[in-house]
C-alpha cells in the first residue's frame, strides 16, 4: 500500500474528526467496508443483504434502507441513493456512537435529537416529515413479521392504540372534525422522552471481529 | 399463669383508657398484645423444648374415664370447661409472634409523621427491644434468633418475593458492574477489615491476643457483606432511581455466593490449623462451584416449575403452590450440598416467570402477588424485632477498641472499595456511575441479620471470642439500620438524586424498544461485531424457537413480546375500568378527545369505488355520528378501541383468537350494498367483536354501506350473550366515528334521526355492545353510575 498510505490516512483524520470516531475505530470500520464491499469501492444494497446475519432480522429492509437514505448524510434532499461510499457508511454508524465521557448536558440533548431524528427517518419511508398510520402500521407489522400468527390484525390494533396515544399525549384535545395526520418529529420526540434514547442507541465499536478480513484478492 | 397474665392485664389497664384521643386506643391495643405475648412466652423463656408432660393426663382423663392409670378410685364430674395450654403452645406462640408483626407493622402506618421520619426497620428493632427488655424484666431468657429459623423459614420469602420480580431487563444490562460489586468488592472488604482487625488485635494493651488472624479473617468476610434484608426495606421506602436500586440491590443478592464460601472456607482452616496454596487454589474453586451449583440448581427447578404450569389449565386452584413448593425446593436443594440458596432461589424465581406466567391465570397470578408480598413483609417484619429481642437476650462481651475498630474499618472499606471498583468499571460502562450515585451506593451498603445470624452459628469451641464477635456485629448492624438508614432519604433530597419515575410503560415505549433491540442487533451484525445485543437476539430465538414450545401451554407459546404486552394493557385498562365504577372518572389522567375518527391518513387512499351515497347524505349521517359521539361521556381509551369481552378475567384466550377468526370470516362474507337495515334476527355470536378499525381497508373493498350492529348488552354476569349482528365496513371517513364506539345502531339516516331522540329503553331493537367504559349515549339521561344497562 506503499505511497497511498497518506492518502487514506489523511482521510481517515478527516472522517474521525467530523464523526467523532477514534483513528482506530475508523480502520477496523475501514476493513469492514472493504470485507462487506469485496474490495470494491462502493457499498451496494445487495451487499449488506449477504450479510448473512442480517437475514433473521425483521427490520432488515429499513436498517439498509437507512443506509442509503439521503437524510441521513447531513444533506438537505431527500431520496435514495444507489450506493454509497465510505465516508457515508461511517457517517450513517456514526449515529450509534456512544457519547464520550463527561458530555455537557446541552451536548448531550444534541445528540439524543440526532438519534431520534435517525429513528424517526426510518419510520416515514416517503419523506414527508411525517408519519403516517399506514407507516407506523407497516413498522409494527414487519417487527411482527418473524412471527407467524395473527398478522395483520393485531397490528392494526396496536398500531392505532399507538397512535391514539401519540394523538393524546401530544395535542390533547381534538373535536370531532379535526384531524390527526402523523406523528411530526417533535410529538416524536415527545413520546420517546423517556427511553434515554443517548444511553440506549449505541453500540460498542472496539470489537470489531476482522477475523473475516481478507487484505487484498 | 392466668395469674400472672390477668395481673399484666390489669397493669396494662388503667395507664391507657383514655377514650378520647385514638391514639391512646391504639397503643393500648398494642400493648395489651405486648401483655399477652410477654406473658404467654413466660413459659417458654429461652430453655428449649420443655416437654409438656402434663398434656397426655389431661386428656385421658377426660376422654377415657376407665383409664388403667386414670381415675379408678374417685369419679370425677365430667370437667366442661379445662386448660390445656401446653398442647398448643408451639403454634400459639408462633401465631402470636406473627400477630405482633403484623399489629406493628399496622401501627406504623396509621402514625404517618413517624414512618416518614424513620425507616421501618428502625422502629422494629425498637420495638423488638422493649420486647426482650420486657421478657428480661419478668425474669425469663428471651428467645434468640435461631439461625435454622432464620435460614429455613424467615429468609425465603423475601429472597423468593425479590427474585421473582426481579426486573431482568435493568439486571442484565448492569450484570457487569453488579458482579464486580459483589465478588470483587465483598472480597475487598473482607480482606481489609479482617486483616486491619487483626493488626488491631496485636497491638498491645487491648488484650486480644487471643484473636487470630483467621478469626479476624472469617469475622471479616461475615460483616462485608451487604444485606439483602435491610437494603430492601430501606431501599423500598425513598424510592431511589432504578439503577441505583437493582445496582445496591444485585450486589446484596449476589455477594451471598461470595459469603458463603468464604465463611466455610475460614471455618474449616480454622479446624485444621494450616493453610496452603492448594487450599486457596481450592477456595476460587470452591466459589465457582457454589454460585454456578446455585444457579443450576435454581434454573432447573425454575425449568420444572415452568413445565408443571403448563398442564395446570384444569386446576387452576393449586397454580400458586406449585410456585411456592417449587422454588422452596431450590433453596433447600441448595443448601443440601451447601451451595448458594439465595442465588439458586433467585435463578428459580427469574427463570420460570416467564413462562409461568404465560400460562397460569390472572388469578393466580394475583395470588402468588400478593402471597409473596405478605410473607415477605411478615417475614421481614419478623427479623428485625428478633434481631431487637436477640440483643437483649444474646451474651455480650463489649470491647471499646475491638467494636469501634470494626464499625470504622467497614465504613472506610466500603467507601473505598466502591470508589475504586467505580473507576475501573466506568472505563466498560456507557452510563458513567457518577460521584453522587458512588456516594448512595457506598452509603446504601447496610449489613443485616444474616450476617448475625452466621456468627450465631460459630461454635464457640473454635471461637472463644464469639460473644465479642456478636457485640460488634450487632453494633454495626445498628449503625448501619439506625444511622444509614434513618439519614438516606434526606440525603437523596439534598442531593438531588434522580428518583424514580413512575410512569406507566406506554405502547409507544414498548414499540420503539424492540424496535431498537431489533436495530442495534442489526447494525452490529453489519459491522461484524458480537456484542451484548448479537448473543442477546441468539438467546430470544432460541428460546422462541424451542424453549417456548416446551414450557408454554398452547397458543400462548407462539406469541410474541409485543402482542403479549398489548393484551396485558388491554386487561389492566379493563380491569382498572371495571374498578372504578365502570366509568364514572378515568383513571388516566389524559382526558382527551382523540379517538380514531380524528386519526385519518393524509391522503385519502386513491381507489374508492364510486359513492353510492349522495353527498348530503353523507354530511347528514357524518354529523348524525358526530353528535351521537359527542354524547357519550366517554371516548375510548387507547387500549380500549375495541370492545372487550366483559369478564376480563377469563383466561380464554383460545377462545379469543377462534372467535376472532370467526369475525374474520364474517367480515369476509360481507355484502358490499346499502340496504335497508338488515333484519337483526340471524347473528353469530361472537365474545369480542372487533370492527373494522381501517380506513385503508375501507377503500380497498367498495362498501358503502351503513349496515346494522344490533348488539345485545354485555354485562359481567353473563359474557356469552354478547351478539354482534354485522360486522360493517365502509370506506371513507364515515364510520370512523362509529367503529370506535362499535355500539351504535346505525341506519338509514332518516330513521337515525328519530331514533336518537328516543332512549334506548323504548326501543328493544337497538341495543348496545358495552365496552366495559363506554355507558352509551343515553347514559347522560339516566343514572350517572349505570353503565351497564338492565
Same mark, same amino acid.
Given at each position: 500500500?506503499?505511497?497511498?498510505?497518506?492518502?487514506?490516512?489523511?482521510?481517515?483524520?478527516?472522517?474521525?474528526?467530523?464523526?467523532?470516531?477514534?483513528?482506530?475505530?475508523?480502520?477496523?470500520?475501514?476493513?469492514?467496508?472493504?470485507?462487506?464491499?469485496?474490495?470494491?469501492?462502493?457499498?451496494?444494497?445487495?451487499?449488506?443483504?449477504?450479510?448473512?446475519?442480517?437475514?433473521?432480522?425483521?427490520?432488515?429492509?429499513?436498517?439498509?434502507?437507512?443506509?442509503?437514505?439521503?437524510?441521513?448524510?447531513?444533506?438537505?434532499?431527500?431520496?435514495?441513493?444507489?450506493?454509497?461510499?465510505?465516508?457515508?457508511?461511517?457517517?450513517?454508524?456514526?449515529?450509534?456512537?456512544?457519547?464520550?465521557?463527561?458530555?455537557?448536558?446541552?451536548?448531550?440533548?444534541?445528540?439524543?435529537?440526532?438519534?431520534?431524528?435517525?429513528?424517526?427517518?426510518?419510520?416515514?419511508?416517503?419523506?414527508?416529515?411525517?408519519?403516517?398510520?399506514?407507516?407506523?402500521?407497516?413498522?409494527?407489522?414487519?417487527?411482527?413479521?418473524?412471527?407467524?400468527?395473527?398478522?395483520?390484525?393485531?397490528?392494526?390494533?396496536?398500531?392505532?392504540?399507538?397512535?391514539?396515544?401519540?394523538?393524546?399525549?401530544?395535542?390533547?384535545?381534538?373535536?370531532?372534525?379535526?384531524?390527526?395526520?402523523?406523528?411530526?418529529?417533535?410529538?416524536?420526540?415527545?413520546?420517546?422522552?423517556?427511553?434515554?434514547?443517548?444511553?440506549?442507541?449505541?453500540?460498542?465499536?472496539?470489537?470489531?471481529?476482522?477475523?473475516?478480513?481478507?487484505?487484498?484478492? | 399463669?392466668?395469674?400472672? *397474665?390477668?395481673?399484666?392485664?390489669?397493669?396494662?389497664?388503667?395507664?391507657?383508657?383514655?377514650?378520647?384521643?385514638?391514639?391512646?386506643?391504639?397503643?393500648?391495643?398494642?400493648?395489651?398484645?405486648l401483655?399477652?405475648l410477654v406473658?404467654?412466652l413466660?413459659?417458654l423463656g429461652g430453655?428449649?423444648?420443655?416437654?409438656?408432660?402434663?398434656?397426655?393426663?389431661?386428656?385421658?382423663?377426660?376422654?377415657?374415664?376407665?383409664?388403667?392409670?386414670?381415675?379408678?378410685?374417685?369419679?370425677?364430674?365430667?370437667?366442661?370447661?379445662?386448660?390445656?395450654?401446653?398442647?398448643?403452645?408451639?403454634?400459639?406462640?408462633?401465631?402470636?409472634w406473627?400477630?405482633l408483626a403484623?399489629?406493628m407493622?399496622?401501627?406504623?402506618?396509621?402514625?404517618?409523621?413517624?414512618?416518614?421520619?424513620v425507616p421501618e426497620s428502625c422502629l422494629l428493632i425498637v420495638v423488638g427491644l422493649l420486647v426482650g427488655g420486657l421478657i428480661k424484666l419478668v425474669g425469663k431468657a428471651p428467645p434468640v434468633l435461631e439461625s435454622?429459623i432464620f435460614?429455613?423459614?424467615l429468609?425465603?420469602?423475601?429472597?423468593?418475593?425479590?427474585?421473582?420480580?426481579?426486573?431482568?431487563?435493568?439486571?442484565?444490562?448492569?450484570?457487569?458492574?453488579?458482579?464486580?460489586?459483589?465478588?470483587?468488592?465483598?472480597?475487598?472488604? +473482607?480482606?481489609?477489615?479482617?486483616?486491619?482487625?487483626?493488626?488491631?488485635?496485636?497491638?498491645?494493651?487491648?488484650?486480644?491476643? %487471643?484473636?487470630?488472624?483467621?478469626?479476624?479473617?472469617?469475622f471479616?468476610?461475615v460483616i462485608?457483606? !451487604?444485606d439483602?434484608v435491610a !437494603?430492601?426495606a430501606v431501599?423500598?421506602?425513598?424510592?431511589?432511581?432504578?439503577? *441505583?436500586?437493582?445496582?445496591?440491590?444485585?450486589? /446484596?443478592?449476589?455477594?451471598?455466593?461470595?459469603?458463603?464460601?468464604?465463611?466455610?472456607?475460614?471455618?474449616?482452616?480454622?479446624?485444621?490449623?494450616?493453610?496452603?496454596?492448594?487450599?486457596?487454589?481450592?477456595?476460587?474453586?470452591?466459589?465457582?462451584?457454589?454460585?454456578?451449583?446455585?444457579?443450576?440448581? %435454581?434454573?432447573?427447578?425454575?425449568?420444572? +416449575?415452568?413445565?408443571?404450569?403448563?398442564?395446570?389449565?384444569?386446576?387452576?386452584?393449586?397454580?400458586?403452590?406449585?410456585?411456592?413448593?417449587?422454588?422452596?425446593?431450590?433453596?433447600?436443594?441448595?443448601?443440601?450440598?451447601?451451595?448458594?440458596?439465595?442465588?439458586?432461589?433467585?435463578?428459580?424465581?427469574?427463570?420460570?416467570?416467564?413462562?409461568?406466567?404465560?400460562?397460569?391465570?390472572?388469578?393466580?397470578?394475583?395470588?402468588?402477588?400478593?402471597?409473596?408480598?405478605?410473607?415477605?413483609?411478615?417475614s421481614d417484619t419478623l427479623i428485625f424485632i428478633f434481631l431487637g429481642v436477640s440483643t437483649v437476650a444474646g451474651p455480650h462481651e463489649w470491647n471499646w477498641?475491638f467494636v469501634v +475498630?470494626t464499625l470504622?474499618?467497614c465504613?472506610?472499606?466500603?467507601?473505598?472499595?466502591?470508589?475504586?471498583?467505580?473507576? !475501573?468499571?466506568?472505563?466498560?460502562?456507557?452510563?458513567?456511575?457518577?460521584?453522587?450515585?458512588?456516594?448512595?451506593?457506598?452509603?446504601?451498603?447496610l449489613r443485616g441479620a444474616i450476617a448475625f445470624s452466621l456468627v450465631y452459628l460459630l461454635?464457640p469451641?473454635?471461637?472463644?471470642m464469639r460473644n465479642m464477635f456478636l457485640t460488634a456485629i450487632i453494633t454495626v448492624i445498628f449503625f448501619t439500620v439506625f444511622v444509614q438508614g434513618m439519614?438516606?432519604?434526606?440525603?437523596?433530597?439534598?442531593?438531588?438524586?434522580?428518583?424514580?419515575?413512575?410512569?406507566?410503560?406506554?405502547?409507544?415505549?414498548?414499540?420503539?424498544?424492540?424496535?431498537?433491540?431489533?436495530?442495534?442487533?442489526?447494525?452490529?451484525?453489519?459491522?461484524?461485531?458480537?456484542?451484548?445485543?448479537?448473543?442477546?437476539?441468539?438467546?430470544?430465538?432460541?428460546?422462541?424457537?424451542?424453549?417456548?414450545?416446551?414450557?408454554?401451554?398452547?397458543?400462548?407459546?407462539?406469541?410474541?413480546?409485543?402482542? +403479549?404486552?398489548?393484551?396485558?394493557?388491554?386487561?389492566?385498562?379493563?380491569?382498572?375500568?371495571?374498578?372504578?365504577? %365502570?366509568?364514572?372518572?378515568?383513571?388516566?389522567?389524559?382526558?382527551?378527545?382523540?379517538?380514531?375518527?380524528?386519526?385519518?391518513?393524509?391522503?385519502?387512499?386513491?381507489?374508492?369505488?364510486?359513492?353510492?351515497?349522495?353527498?348530503?347524505?353523507?354530511?347528514?349521517?357524518?354529523?348524525?355520528?358526530?353528535?351521537?359521539?359527542?354524547?357519550?361521556?366517554?371516548?375510548?381509551?387507547?387500549?380500549?378501541?375495541?370492545?372487550?369481552?366483559?369478564?376480563?378475567?377469563?383466561?380464554?384466550?383460545?377462545?379469543?383468537?377462534?372467535?376472532?377468526?370467526?369475525?374474520?370470516?364474517?367480515?369476509?362474507?360481507?355484502?358490499?350494498?346499502?340496504?335497508?337495515?338488515?333484519?337483526?334476527?340471524? /347473528?353469530?355470536?361472537?365474545?369480542?367483536?372487533?370492527?373494522?378499525?381501517?380506513?385503508?381497508?375501507?377503500?380497498? =373493498?367498495?362498501?358503502?354501506?351503513?349496515?346494522?350492529?344490533?348488539?345485545?348488552?354485555? /354485562?359481567?354476569?353473563?359474557?356469552?350473550?354478547?351478539?354482534?349482528?354485522?360486522?360493517?365496513?365502509?370506506?371513507?371517513?364515515?364510520? =370512523?366515528?362509529?367503529?370506535?364506539?362499535?355500539?351504535?345502531?346505525?341506519?338509514?339516516?332518516?330513521?337515525?334521526?328519530?331514533?336518537?331522540? =328516543?332512549?334506548?329503553?323504548?326501543?328493544?331493537?337497538?341495543?348496545?355492545?358495552?365496552?366495559?367504559?363506554?355507558?352509551?349515549?343515553?347514559?347522560?339521561?339516566?343514572?350517572?353510575?349505570?353503565?351497564?344497562?338492565?
Amino acid at each position: 500500500m506503499g505511497a497511498s498510505q497518506s492518502g487514506p490516512v489523511h482521510m481517515f483524520q478527516d472522517l474521525a474528526y467530523k464523526t467523532g470516531f477514534s483513528i482506530e475505530q475508523i480502520k477496523n470500520l475501514h476493513n469492514r467496508f472493504i470485507y462487506l464491499t469485496q474490495a470494491e469501492d462502493t457499498l451496494r444494497r445487495e451487499h449488506l443483504e449477504n450479510v448473512s446475519d442480517l437475514a433473521l432480522n425483521p427490520i432488515r429492509r429499513q436498517i439498509i434502507e437507512a443506509f442509503f437514505d439521503k437524510r441521513n448524510m447531513g444533506e438537505k434532499e431527500k431520496g435514495c441513493l444507489q450506493e454509497i461510499g465510505f465516508e457515508e457508511f461511517v457517517t450513517v454508524l456514526s449515529f450509534f456512537r456512544p457519547p464520550k465521557p463527561h458530555t455537557a448536558d446541552e451536548e448531550m440533548k444534541n445528540i439524543k435529537k440526532e438519534k431520534l431524528r435517525f429513528l424517526f427517518n426510518m419510520h416515514d419511508t416517503d419523506n414527508d416529515g411525517i408519519i403516517t398510520l399506514d407507516e407506523y402500521r407497516r413498522v409494527v407489522e414487519e417487527l411482527l413479521s418473524s412471527y407467524e400468527i395473527m398478522g395483520a390484525e393485531t397490528a392494526k390494533a396496536i398500531t392505532d392504540a399507538a397512535m391514539l396515544e401519540v394523538a393524546s399525549v401530544t395535542v390533547g384535545q381534538m373535536g370531532p372534525d379535526e384531524f390527526y395526520e402523523g406523528i411530526t418529529f417533535e410529538q416524536f420526540m415527545q413520546i420517546l422522552k423517556d427511553v434515554e434514547i443517548e444511553t440506549k442507541m449505541n453500540i460498542h465499536f472496539w470489537n470489531l471481529d476482522t477475523r473475516t478480513v481478507q487484505c487484498g484478492k | 399463669m392466668i395469674q400472672e *397474665l390477668t395481673s399484666r392485664l390489669k397493669l396494662n389497664f388503667p395507664a391507657q383508657i383514655i377514650p378520647r384521643y385514638s391514639c391512646f386506643r391504639r397503643g393500648s391495643m398494642f400493648i395489651l398484645v405486648l401483655g399477652l405475648l410477654v406473658g404467654s412466652l413466660m413459659p417458654l423463656g429461652g430453655a428449649s423444648g420443655s416437654p409438656g408432660s402434663g398434656t397426655g393426663q389431661d386428656e385421658c382423663k377426660k376422654n377415657n374415664g376407665d383409664e388403667k392409670n386414670g381415675n379408678k378410685t374417685t369419679k370425677k364430674s365430667f370437667p366442661v370447661l379445662s386448660l390445656n395450654y401446653e398442647n398448643v403452645r408451639l403454634p400459639f406462640e408462633i401465631s402470636l409472634w406473627v400477630l405482633l408483626a403484623s399489629l406493628m407493622k399496622l401501627g406504623f402506618h396509621l402514625m404517618p409523621r413517624l414512618s416518614s421520619i424513620v425507616p421501618e426497620s428502625c422502629l422494629l428493632i425498637v420495638v423488638g427491644l422493649l420486647v426482650g427488655g420486657l421478657i428480661k424484666l419478668v425474669g425469663k431468657a428471651p428467645p434468640v434468633l435461631e439461625s435454622n429459623i432464620f435460614f429455613f423459614y424467615l429468609l425465603p420469602p423475601i429472597i423468593l418475593d425479590a427474585g421473582y420480580f426481579l426486573p431482568i431487563r435493568q439486571f442484565t444490562e448492569n450484570l457487569g458492574t453488579i458482579l464486580m460489586f459483589a465478588v470483587v468488592g465483598t472480597l475487598w472488604n +473482607a480482606f481489609f477489615v479482617g486483616g486491619l482487625l487483626y493488626g488491631v488485635c496485636q497491638l498491645e494493651g487491648t488484650n486480644l491476643a %487471643g484473636v487470630n488472624l483467621l478469626s479476624c479473617l472469617l469475622f471479616g468476610s461475615v460483616i462485608s457483606a !451487604v444485606d439483602p434484608v435491610a !437494603v430492601l426495606a430501606v431501599f423500598e421506602e425513598i424510592h431511589i432511581n432504578e439503577l *441505583l436500586h437493582i445496582l445496591v440491590f444485585g450486589e /446484596s443478592l449476589l455477594n451471598d455466593a461470595v459469603t458463603v464460601v468464604l465463611y466455610h472456607l475460614f471455618e474449616e482452616f480454622t479446624n485444621a490449623g494450616t493453610i496452603t496454596v492448594t487450599d486457596g487454589f481450592l477456595g476460587i474453586v470452591c466459589f465457582l462451584v457454589v454460585s454456578l451449583g446455585g444457579i443450576v440448581v %435454581g434454573a432447573i427447578y425454575g425449568i420444572l +416449575a415452568a413445565f408443571t404450569s403448563r398442564f395446570t389449565s384444569h386446576t387452576r386452584v393449586i397454580e400458586p403452590l406449585f410456585i411456592f413448593v417449587y422454588s422452596y425446593m431450590a433453596y433447600l436443594s441448595a443448601e443440601v450440598f451447601h451451595l448458594s440458596g439465595i442465588m439458586a432461589l433467585i435463578a428459580c424465581g427469574a427463570v420460570m416467570r416467564p413462562y409461568v406466567e404465560a400460562n397460569i391465570s390472572h388469578k393466580s397470578h394475583t395470588t402468588i402477588k400478593y402471597f409473596l408480598k405478605m410473607w415477605s413483609s411478615v417475614s421481614d417484619t419478623l427479623i428485625f424485632i428478633f434481631l431487637g429481642v436477640s440483643t437483649v437476650a444474646g451474651p455480650h462481651e463489649w470491647n471499646w477498641i475491638f467494636v469501634v +475498630a470494626t464499625l470504622v474499618f467497614c465504613l472506610v472499606a466500603r467507601v473505598l472499595g466502591v470508589i475504586g471498583l467505580t473507576f !475501573v468499571i466506568n472505563k466498560f460502562r456507557i452510563v458513567k456511575l457518577t460521584s453522587k450515585d458512588q456516594f448512595i451506593i457506598a452509603y446504601g451498603g447496610l449489613r443485616g441479620a444474616i450476617a448475625f445470624s452466621l456468627v450465631y452459628l460459630l461454635n464457640p469451641k473454635h471461637f472463644p471470642m464469639r460473644n465479642m464477635f456478636l457485640t460488634a456485629i450487632i453494633t454495626v448492624i445498628f449503625f448501619t439500620v439506625f444511622v444509614q438508614g434513618m439519614t438516606i432519604r434526606p440525603l437523596v433530597d439534598l442531593l438531588a438524586v434522580k428518583k424514580k419515575q413512575e410512569t406507566k410503560r406506554s405502547i409507544n415505549e414498548e414499540i420503539h424498544t424492540q424496535f431498537l433491540d431489533h436495530l442495534l442487533t442489526g447494525i452490529e451484525d453489519i459491522c461484524g461485531h458480537y456484542g451484548h445485543h448479537h448473543w442477546k437476539d441468539k438467546l430470544n430465538r432460541f428460546n422462541k424457537k424451542y424453549v417456548k414450545k416446551c414450557l408454554i401451554a398452547g397458543e400462548r407459546s407462539k406469541e410474541p413480546q409485543l402482542i +403479549a404486552f398489548y393484551h396485558k394493557m388491554e386487561m389492566k385498562q379493563a380491569i382498572e375500568l371495571v374498578e372504578s365504577g %365502570g366509568g364514572s372518572k378515568l383513571p388516566s389522567a389524559m382526558p382527551s378527545t382523540v379517538s380514531m375518527q380524528n386519526i385519518q391518513p393524509k391522503k385519502p387512499p386513491q381507489d374508492r369505488a364510486l359513492p353510492q351515497l349522495s353527498k348530503a347524505r353523507e354530511e347528514e349521517i357524518r354529523k348524525i355520528l358526530r353528535t351521537n359521539l359527542q354524547r357519550t361521556r366517554q371516548r375510548l381509551r387507547s387500549y380500549n378501541r375495541h370492545t372487550l369481552i366483559a369478564d376480563p378475567f377469563e383466561d380464554g384466550l383460545d377462545e379469543i383468537l377462534i372467535k376472532r377468526k370467526k369475525m374474520k370470516e364474517l367480515e369476509k362474507k360481507m355484502n358490499n350494498y346499502l340496504t335497508v337495515p338488515a333484519p337483526p334476527a340471524d /347473528s353469530p355470536s361472537v365474545a369480542r367483536a372487533r370492527l373494522a378499525s381501517d380506513p385503508q381497508a375501507w377503500g380497498l =373493498k367498495s362498501v358503502t354501506e351503513i349496515p346494522t350492529i344490533k348488539v345485545e348488552l354485555v /354485562s359481567p354476569q353473563n359474557p356469552e350473550s354478547v351478539k354482534v349482528v354485522d360486522e360493517f365496513s365502509k370506506k371513507g371517513s364515515q364510520p =370512523k366515528g362509529s367503529e370506535e364506539e362499535g355500539g351504535l345502531t346505525m341506519r338509514v339516516p332518516s330513521s337515525e334521526k328519530q331514533r336518537k331522540d =328516543k332512549t334506548p329503553d323504548e326501543e328493544p331493537q337497538p341495543r348496545f355492545m358495552r365496552c366495559l367504559s363506554d355507558p352509551g349515549p343515553a347514559a347522560e339521561d339516566e343514572d350517572e353510575d349505570e353503565p351497564f344497562l338492565p
